[in-house]
């Protein structure tokens, strides 16, 4: 079973920034934060991934609080091509048994 | 310059009948997964192989049987299909672990439906 808890959809107008919640209260201290998207009839896509400290990329912005509990996925300014399933996952890197496992997701409606 | 490719992306066959997906990656990777996700999106892993050696095999029935005559690709090979088999079947690939933090790259599916 995922090891995460999302908000089923989110709506976020176009231009607005998008921000994601994920619970994982139950996370180990090797554990990473990964999230990715699927946008409709596509393969996931990677976004960005962390441990404790926030990330940035091209694509967006990782804030995890100082416990690891929770985080937040930022997209900073969504367009309508951000509309998508976000999966928030977390798992121990470099472990090649390791199950990465898929949770329902967010479904993101950006709206024009 | 595609990543990771599969064929065919569509598949539509009758029960009964035995099938193959395939999939090649041009990533260098060591490591190939198979997901299935169905009709209620959930996306579940099926096999991870890492340089040709079979490290996942999660509770699939044994009609599936992946095959990887190379560490750039890893086909699948269904018997006996069944209607529950129709799905989108994803192919995804990674450094891990020989590189650490390296993200899942995925196909864009195949989707199989059964008759």
């Known amino acids: ?112 | 310059d595609t990543a990771v490719s599969q064929t065919p992306k569509y598949l539509v066959t009758q029960m009964g009948n035995d099938k193959s997906i395939k999939c090649e990656q041009n990533l260098g990777h060591d490591t190939m997964y198979w997901y299935k996700q169905d009709s209620k999106k959930f996306l579940k892993i099926m096999f991870s192989y890492n340089n040709k050696e079979l490290i996942i095999n999660e509770t699939v029935p044994n009609r599936f049987s992946p095959k990887s005559p190379d560490k750039a690709h890893l086909n699948l090979h269904i018997n006996s299909l069944e209607l529950g088999d129709s799905a989108v079947y994803f192919c995804a690939s990674s450094q891990e672990p020989r590189t650490l933090y390296s993200p899942l790259h995925f196909g864009n599916g195949t989707r199989l439906t059964v008759t």
């Open chain 1, 1 to 112: 079973d995922a090891k995460t808890t999302q908000p089923p959809s989110m709506d976020c107008a176009e231009g607005r920034a998008a921000n994601l919640p994920c619970n994982h209260s139950t996370i180990s201290g090797n554990e990473y934060v990964y999230w990715y998207r699927q946008i409709h009839s596509q393969g996931p896509q990677y976004i960005i991934h962390g441990l404790k400290n926030n990330e940035t990329n091209e694509m967006a912005s990782l804030i995890i609080t100082e416990d690891r509990k929770s985080s937040t996925l930022i997209l900073p300014h969504a367009t309508l091509r951000d509309t998508a399933v976000y999966y928030c996952i977390v798992r121990v890197t470099g472990n090649r048994d390791d199950k990465i496992i898929f949770g329902k997701g967010t479904r993101l409606h950006i709206l024009p």
